[in-house]
C-alpha cells in the first residue's frame, strides 16, 4: 500500500504533538502506519523538538517538510527539547492492514461484529461511531458505481480509504489515501467500477446536503 493523497503539513504536525481530538488522532495514525512519506514527516518533526515547532500556531500554519529539512541541515545537532527523555515516536509503520477486519480490530478496538451498519438504500451503507464535542466519526460502505450527494462542511474532514476506491472531480482516492476537505470543498464522491468501498471519515459538525432528499434522512444517520 503506497498513499498517493495525504494530509497536510499542519495535521501531521498536530498529531506529532498529540493536539488531535481521538477521532482526527485514529485517522491520521492510520495513515502514517502505512505511508512512509508521511512518517518521514513525522521523524523530522520531532527531531526538532520543541523549540522549532511551537513557533507555528497549530492547526493554522502548514510547514512544508523540506523546511523541516533545511532547518535540520543548518542544526545538524538539534536535540528534542520536549523533555529530558526522548519521546517514543509517533512515526510507527504497521503492517498494511490484511483485511478491513483486521483495521476494525486494530485502529477501531471493536470487531466486525459489533459495527451497526445502516441502510441508505441496496448500495450504501453506513456506520456511526462516535460524536464527540461534535466530532463525528464514522464509515462509509458503497458499491461499485455509487454516487454519493453532493455536500460541503462546517468544518474540516479527513476521510481515509480503506477498501477499494472513489471518484472526487478529477481525483481518486485509494486503499490508504486520505482525503483532507475543509468548509470551503464541495464534492461528489463516485465510487469506482473496481468493486466495495469503504472509508473512515471524521468531520467537525454535520455534513451539509445540496438536495433535499439527503437532507430529510439526515437526523436518522447522524453525519
Not at 58 to 73: F, H, N, P, Q
Not at 92 to 105: G, L, Q
Request: include cysteine.
Amino acid at each position: 500500500m503506497t498513499p498517493s493523497h495525504h494530509p497536510s503539513e499542519a495535521w501531521l504536525l498536530d498529531f506529532t504533538l498529540g493536539n488531535l481530538s481521538s477521532g482526527f488522532e485514529t485517522v491520521i495514525k492510520a495513515h502514517v502506519g502505512t505511508c512512509a512519506e508521511c512518517r518521514k514527516t513525522v521523524s523530522l518533526a520531532e527531531s526538532l523538538g520543541g523549540g522549532f515547532v511551537a513557533d507555528y500556531p497549530t492547526g493554522s500554519v502548514a510547514i512544508e517538510s523540506r523546511e523541516i529539512e533545511d532547518y535540520l541541515d543548518v542544526n545538524p545537532n538539534m536535540q528534542s527539547t520536549m523533555g529530558h527523555k526522548a519521546p517514543v515516536s509517533r512515526a510507527v509503520e504497521t503492517v498494511a492492514p490484511e483485511s478491513f477486519e483486521h483495521f476494525v480490530e486494530t485502529y477501531l478496538n471493536s470487531t466486525i461484529g459489533q459495527l451497526r451498519w445502516r441502510s441508505l438504500g441496496k448500495d450504501l451503507k453506513v456506520c456511526r461511531l462516535a460524536n464527540e464535542n461534535n466530532i463525528r466519526v464514522w464509515m462509509l460502505k458503497a458499491q461499485a458505481g455509487t454516487v454519493l450527494p453532493t455536500h460541503s462542511h462546517l468544518g474540516a474532514e479527513l476521510t481515509m480509504v480503506l477498501k477499494g476506491g472513489y471518484f472526487c472531480g478529477s481525483q481518486i482516492f485509494r486503499a490508504g489515501d486520505i482525503e483532507d476537505a475543509d468548509e470551503d470543498t464541495t464534492h461528489r464522491p463516485v465510487v469506482t467500477d473496481g468493486g466495495e468501498c469503504i472509508c473512515l471519515a471524521v468531520t467537525e459538525g454535520e455534513l451539509q446536503f445540496e438536495s433535499w432528499l439527503p437532507r430529510l434522512v439526515q437526523p436518522l444517520i447522524g453525519i
